[in-house]
């Protein structure tokens, strides 16, 4: 990820993730953010966003200022990331969606891409609730006990 300093976090919950899962998650956002600042002109910003959804899952956007893509292709990928059609290693444009698919389904999770403004891209990521849950603010009141060994 050599373009990281383009990367703009504008807002995200503070979410505590599941032990097994952490690599996976964090490899799935670093292969749609690495795509996002491969395919969106040099120096511009690619802004991430997300939130907590009502039943407890997740939600990261990814946007870019790319070119963005024809609605057909835009309809095969999506369409290959929700497991609909295998994505072919070959393909070098989408190699790093390849990783994302896999990834996504190993965690359950849903991703999706659509066009962004008048030009660029969003990567759309919903984590379920059972991978992630918001970090509550702790009672600065409270002591935290030592733990054992």
Known sequence: MEQYRRI???????????????????HLLAELLDNATMFSPAGSPVHVVGGTLRDGRILVDIHDGGPGMEPEVLDQLNARLNGQAGLDAGETTTSGLMVVERL??????RVALFPWGDAGMTSRVILPGKLVRPVVAANPRLKTLPRGR
């Open 8 to 26: 703009e976090v504008l807002c995200l919950p503070t979410v505590e993730v599941a032990p097994w899962a952490v690599v996976d998650v964090v």
């Open 104 to 109: 996504a389904r190993r965690l359950r999770a």
